[in-house]
DNA sequence: TATGAATGAGTGTTCATTCAT
DNA sequence: AATGAATGAACACTCATTCAT
């Protein structure tokens, strides 16, 4: 815990170097972290700073509030998951293919990036009032859809989907069966006595979710 | 039970006990309300004091600590959909029938309390600490589960639903398509620019999700 | 400055009485001093507390916030001179020996109470926002200069005043060439290099105010 | 003095010196601004630097800290008041019209330069501590009087004013009548019921105070 | 000369909790 | 059983000031 070079005091400057974007970029993510582990109202500043290797000053310098870094952590955390799953390039792949892609993507980031659901939900708590009037947010999103919604469409035509399937539908489904599992995984270990983290559980579930989504998709 | 006082003045001794348990009530009424709005760390002790227009020391003499009084509050919700679920009498219903009941239910309950899911949110926020180590709520989901398997596994022998289905990964598969929707219905309706909540979203949803199950549960 | 009763610990309560009242004018009083030394942005709350020998959180559970305790502090200050003023009875005086009566007033409560000066100054500095919409200051203060116009007429009916002088300017006037006096002793000092509150100096002040007056109200 | 180089872009080293000069005086300019609002407490540093368009750093440069910084507003406050006066010429005009003269003019003074009324409160509320040992004020503030008292005297030789006046009192209450009126202006307003700045109301309490000023001078 | 980055000590304020009755 | 008074630790946020360039 204690910082072992305490008795080499002229070992580290204070700052290591006067870099404000690395300072920036240090503050987002222990925020990330924070906020993650401890909800908007848990969260601490001085956390925040301390993990960040920064002072507290420097959080009001550069992101003017608690609300507004959480504002700034949540906007990131959605354009990263979106500019992710755009880079998949799901449009090149067949329709089948591209939507088992797109389930197992959705499901790997959930584990990869688990601050992502806390952040959500927390956002949520307070009635989404960081994101709600984010147009780049709206606009980001409205592509997303239209992606997904470009793939039903060409599976329906292919035969292989049913014709009329809602992306949005489809989106919010793919979505549950994976956040849920993981939001809830805490309570769900107490309520189904199992290790929901467990990789033959994880590898269970996503083959079940896999399933699911074709079983709903597939003529 | 006791046949109600109401008109009897003079039963004072009665009225105190009475009047007790309805200031325990009125504050687990109060408290729910709070933390489902708030969070455990955005909840406010002076808040739920006031809404159950009690003494703030009355809270403290009666469930010991805020953390505690969560507890309580989220054992009685855990118990309460438990209860209404068991009263459904889903076995005495054929298995189809009694899934697609199931299912509605489920989505029913969080509608008529949205509290349940911004609790169990809390819950997790915090690795279900509260509920961790409570045998009670552990037997009563053990039941649940075994419930359910017993429909599934009736369904299968009548030939209707697929043999081998998991009821664990089934009810998480119900759950989540009903709770995903509810709790992230606001950064949804940034996303997806819908109100989720309009008579006829929620009908669009309930069928869809039906047919989902449906489509996962039969041959 | 660090307490003498360090070493008797069973000698004093931490909280002497637990008396609602008295916490209140304890704050109240230390409060004045505070916000009369250091104005309204210098003055600490923790001081405040401190000299109250409260707890910080009574200040907010009293008074809301500093901001309305320097209101309270403020509105109880005109009160109370208006009230001494009114004790006066100047009206049962004959009008000359009430106008000398009333400009020694003045100066004597501005001897007694130097903090009522740097208080007004406090809140003209922001532009009376705290009493800007205070009914009751406003009714008393009308009170106030009815009855001093009611001795200028009377004065002016028996010959003694000059006719038509106006209450307004006539009280600002007293005002002035005591408050200001006062206000600036420090300044003073150096600038005129003179001790503004030995006696002889005080002495002096008011026999030159008084006399100023006279010349401004007699015939 | 020297001439404007403003057409003159190659003159670079002068430019520089000028610019620093500039820099100064802007910082001065804000500094008086910020300080005159807000009082000694209540100024920001960041805002006299933003007003001042200058660097944070820029005001530590020149003025070491915001407490000297406050010092050197106050000298030049000062200085202007004692200049501009000086500049008068009082002594070559008969002694009535130079005392009427005087009390016009520290009557204006005071409504061109708002400022000046609140530094001086902010330094009376600290004590007069920036200025009190100042050898450069007290010696043009010595003059001051003198010069005053020069024109009492020449008068009670006239014949017009009354023997043995003191140019201090007599100071003191030509600068209270005007000082109290537009410190206490806001408070003031509440007390009174009055628009203490409206035309009408300066000119009737301009001459006012004239009228004052000669029933205390005249025989 | 000038500047943006960085800081520690404090600021008003809030909180869950306990005391005294 | 019930309550208002009281508290200390912590909270988000701010400030004058200094560092590094």
């Known amino acids: 815990m204690t910082p072992p070079e305490k008795n080499q005091p002229s070992d580290l400057p204070k700052h290591r170097v006067r870099d404000a974007e690395a300072t920036k970029l240090r503050i987002l993510e222990a925020a990330k972290k924070e906020f993650s582990q401890n909800g908007l109202e848990g969260a601490r500043v001085d956390s925040i700073a301390l993990e960040a290797r920064a002072n507290k000053r420097m959080i009001y310098h550069y992101f003017e509030s608690k609300e507004n870094l959480f504002k700034v952590v949540l906007e990131i955390a959605y354009l990263d998951i979106r500019t992710q799953e ?4 799901l449009e090149k792949l067949p329709p089948k293919e591209a939507m088992i892609t ?3 993507f959705t499901w790997d980031y959930y584990i990869k990036n ?6 959500v939900n927390s956002e949520n708590l307070c009635q989404a009032r960081h994101i709600r009037n984010s147009p780049l947010l709206q ?4 592509k997303f859809v239209s992606r997904i919604q ?7 035509r292919e035969g292989v989907f049913r014709p009329d399937l809602d992306a949005v539908q489809v989106n919010i489904t793919i979505a549950s069966i994976g956040y849920y599992y993981f939001t809830n995984r805490y309570t769900g270990s107490v309520i189904f006595n199992r290790d929901f983290l467990s990789p033959a559980a994880l590898k269970e579930r996503l083959a079940f979710n896999t399933d699911t989504i074709l079983r709903l998709l597939c003529l």
């Open 86 to 89: 755009a880079n998949l390039n």
């Open 114 to 119: 688990p601050e992502f659901i806390t952040l």
């Open 139 to 142: 606009e980001v999103s409205q």
């Open 102 to 104: 797109f389930v197992r």
């Open 150 to 156: 470009a793939i039903l469409d060409q599976g329906a």
